[in-house]
């Protein structure tokens, strides 16, 4: 199948999934619905280029190097993010590239449950990334609708929580497609679930301002209070809301996040 039938695939049994979904609730998430369980499982997507066979830099390990061409998903991905973020090698985002795109190409259609699922998955969402920019002075050129293919995969068939949040926030911004506020939405939600904090951070955002959901302060004082404990030094934004939703609540908004919270940790839990 060529590379936009396959496209238009993805985005059928999407739409076909979330036209003939019952109302999405506060958080994204379908009432009643078991999560990854009532998404589609979409054909693989072909064709990722390499740009170029990586060369060998001689400050690589050798058995590294032969565990890669070797076709290794592992030592692949090592590889790849060694590129992506100049860690022990010159900093090279066409290089990551291509190992992320050798792992696309070659387990793409590995199943979900396979050890290597979670590689597979995250080489797709790197992929989405370099997509949804391009690689400057490259042949990567920004393809916002390549990039939602790599996200819609990884999100739907492998169940990433990253992919899932990428999709939503492409969903509600408008960026590759019409913008569309269920989608996103749903897509937020699941991520937000798993433990993704940017999600939790976002669609706290939105409940507790009542930013295209209906406002739920309580609620969304709990996704913040989730989302800045893991959020990064850099991610300032996700603790600058958590302070403002805090300063804003009223004590019952507080008092319900708690108990929220706490339902949430035990959940967890179980």
Do not use: C
């Not at 990722?48 to 830099?57: D, H, L, Q, S």
């Amino acid at each position: 199948m060529r590379i936009s039938e396959r496209i238009a695939v993805v985005a059928a049994l999407a739409a076909a999934v979330f036209v003939a979904a019952p109302a999405v609730a506060f958080d994204g998430v379908t009432p009643g619905s078991q999560g990854d369980a009532a998404l589609p499982v979409v054909a693989a997507p072909t064709g990722v280029a390499i740009v170029r066979k990586p060369a060998a830099p001689s400050d690589l390990p050798s058995s590294l190097m032969a565990l890669a061409d070797g076709g290794h998903p592992v030592a692949q991905w090592k590889l790849g993010r060694m590129y992506a973020n100049g860690d022990g090698v010159a900093q090279d985002d066409l290089r990551a590239y291509d190992y992320f795109s050798k792992i696309a190409n070659a387990h793409a259609e590995d199943s979900p449950s396979e050890p290597q699922a979670g590689i597979v998955a995250n080489a797709f969402v790197a992929l989405g990334k370099y997509y949804v920019s391009g690689i400057p002075n490259t042949r990567v050129k920004a393809d916002p609708e390549r990039a939602r293919e790599m996200f819609s995969y990884a999100a739907s068939y492998f169940g990433n929580a990253e992919a899932q949040y990428s999709l939503a926030k492409m969903y509600l911004d408008g960026v590759g497609m019409p913008q569309d506020v269920k989608y996103g939405i749903r897509w937020l939600g699941l991520a937000a679930r798993k433990g993704q904090h940017q999600a939790q951070a976002l669609l706290g955002q939105m409940l507790f301002n009542g930013d295209k959901l209906q406002r739920q302060a309580a609620r969304g004082l709990m996704w913040l209070t989730l989302a800045q404990d893991s959020a990064l030094p850099n991610e300032t934004w996700i603790k600058d809301s958590y302070k403002t939703a805090l300063a804003k609540a009223s004590d019952d908004d507080r008092a319900m996040a708690l108990k929220m919270l706490e339902r949430w940790v035990q959940g967890r839990r179980d």
